[in-house]
């Protein structure tokens, strides 16, 4: 499920718009200097309910209208992607921020980065616990890390995970939430019925097939029932190219565990072109 809106020419068909995608190299696309930008947003690989089709069309266009009207205020392409993935978070349809899949303790724990093409910095959180916008803590590590070296010479840090990351973000003026009130009662419903399912699995299951067929159940249900990660691309209108990834992770995963979507190089890349490139990239992934 994507959407993508190219707001120089957004009076155009939107079958016009699609064409000015699917006529580039898929991920990348040459980046000259432009008058407009371009914005694609994705709620994410994985099942999406027929009964929801409406509401995940809704998200991905708010997100991408999000984008929009920051660049149209003049805001950068890492700004505006930001803007574009706080809207995704912020959906109690998608497996990112509220809502997000619950872990084997029934806690939420997100993953998210975000990169800038114009400089290459990289910002991100992993496991992160008691945060509504996993993606607001990326953006604001990377924002730090282009202000240069801390007091004593110290290297400031791109990527923190778990409670380090949810107390730099507190310190950093990014308030709290609680992890149930970011739970949605599809969330908790999901989580209620994958548990009884695990527990039936342990009691039937006996000797060395136990852990074997209980991978192979998560692993059925992850495959079948939920979403991941959701993403961005944004080119402003001076060419200069962002993307960023948020994710809940998988259902059912145990505490701690830190999936691709935070991972540099992986959940997102942004590079603008340069004397040895004479392209843009922008990339963001799921599934």
Excluded at 55 to 83: M, N
Excluded at 181 to 202: C, D, G, P, Q
Excluded at 204 to 227: F, H, I, P, V
């Amino acid at each position: 499920m994507e959407s993508l809106i190219n707001f120089a020419e957004e009076q155009q068909p939107s079958s016009v718009m699609t064409n000015s995608w699917s006529k580039q190299e898929a991920g990348r696309s040459e980046m000259p200097k432009c008058a407009g930008g371009f914005v694609l947003v994705h709620a994410g690989a994985g099942y999406h309910s027929e009964s929801k089709a409406k509401e995940y069309k809704h998200v991905c266009k708010r997100a991408c209208q999000r984008a929009v009207d920051q660049l149209r205020a003049g805001a950068l392409a890492v700004e505006a992607v930001t803007a574009a993935l706080v809207e995704l978070e912020d959906s109690p349809f998608t497996n990112a921020g509220m809502g997000s899949n619950l872990n084997l303790s029934g806690e939420i724990e997100c993953d998210a980065s975000i990169m800038d093409g114009k400089s290459l910095h990289f910002g991100a959180v992993g496991a992160i616990n008691g945060i509504k916008n996993p993606v607001l803590v990326a953006n604001c590590l990377l924002t730090e890390a282009q202000k240069g070296k801390l007091s004593a010479g110290r290297i400031p840090p791109c990527f923190l995970v778990g409670r380090g990351a949810h107390d730099w973000a507190i310190s950093h003026g990014i308030p709290p939430c609680p992890s149930e009130k970011m739970a949605t009662k599809f969330s908790l419903s999901a989580y209620k019925r994958n548990k009884r399912k695990m527990e039936m699995a342990e009691k039937m299951d006996a000797g060395q097939n136990q852990e074997k067929k209980r991978r192979q159940s998560s692993e059925n249900e992850n495959g079948s029932g939920c979403l991941d990660t959701v993403g961005a691309v944004v080119v402003d209108s001076e060419g200069n190219v962002a993307a960023a990834v948020s994710s809940g992770g998988l259902a059912m995963k145990h505490p701690g565990r830190v999936g691709q979507a935070a991972h540099y190089g992986c959940g997102s890349w942004a590079e603008n072109a340069c004397n040895m490139n004479s392209y843009s990239a922008a990339v963001s992934t799921s599934g």
